[in-house]
């Protein structure tokens, strides 16, 4: 039901999970885990899974929060819980309140965890290709240092994301990298396509992570789009036609 990485399991006082798709109520495509409210699956299952997520983190079912997740570097800031319906269009958030758990959506993008033991600060960010090219994990650690944390004790880890294998993208997705300076030799490999390429999601994140000076930055190495068992994928399912797709949590929690 649940990945934990190691690099937070010995995390006093914390509590965090990678949901994988396995444990939950919803059917077919959905099945089973779905933690997407804005699928079109059930809601009622859908709140089902989630207060199973939220069981599992120990905090009570409103306490599990989530963003409208806008694809942008924007982090928030969460002292309470918020209703589904009042939700921030943002893709990061932070806190120091005991008893809320983060929660991030994702079915290909990056889900990042983040903690600072010292501090008691803790966060959560959806990084995909956009997010980490205009700096949501920057925007999270600074964030974080608002609340007290300091970002070269860090920890941040990298869950179930669509892996270098999966990733085949255009050449002006590649060309907005270069223009923008990146040193594109090391993140795009040739594709089978001509005038294509491979993107390497998880390395491009891992980089922003290291320039930004986070204290540790831990990939896991899990690829969405090959573990159809443990896993969502939003370009897998776009590869089959299929006519929606459920959505990962990744959660992260300080007990109270």
């Known amino acids: 039901m649940l990945i934990e990485a190691p690099a937070l399991s010995r995390i006093p006082g914390l509590r965090h999970a990678f949901f994988t798709r396995q444990g939950g109520v919803s059917g077919g495509i959905y099945a089973s885990l779905n933690g997407g409210l804005g699928s079109d699956d059930d809601p009622a299952n859908v709140v089902e899974n ?21 694809h942008s570097a924007d982090a928030v800031v969460v002292e309470r819980p918020w209703t589904y319906e009042a939700r921030p269009k943002a893709d990061a958030m932070v806190t120091r309140t005991p008893g809320i758990a983060l929660g991030i959506g994702t079915a290909d993008c990056g889900p990042i965890l983040f903690a600072d033991a010292e501090a008691g600060v803790v966060g959560a960010a959806h990084s995909g290709w956009k997010g980490a090219f205009t ?21 941040a880890v990298l869950g179930p994301t669509i892996g270098a294998g999966a990733y085949e993208v255009g050449p002006e997705f590649v060309g907005r990298f270069r223009d923008a300076g990146v040193a594109t030799e090391r993140f795009f490999k040739p594709s089978a396509r001509e005038g294509h390429a491979m993107f390497d999601l998880p390395a491009f994140i891992g980089e922003r992570m290291r320039e930004a000076g ?41 007990t109270p």
């Open 135 to 155: 700096g949501v994990a920057e925007a999270t650690l600074k964030a974080m240092e608002g609340l007290g944390a300091d970002r070269g004790r860090v920890v």
């Open 50 to 70: 989630r207060r199973r997520m939220a069981e599992r983190l120990a905090v009570a079912p409103d306490a599990l929060v989530s963003l409208y997740q806008i």
């Open 214 to 254: 986070v204290g540790t930055f831990v990939d896991l190495g899990l690829c969405t789009y090959s573990d159809e068992e443990r896993f969502f994928s939003y370009r897998r399912t776009t590869h089959r036609g299929e006519p929606d797709y459920g959505r990962l949590i990744a959660a992260i929690a300080l």
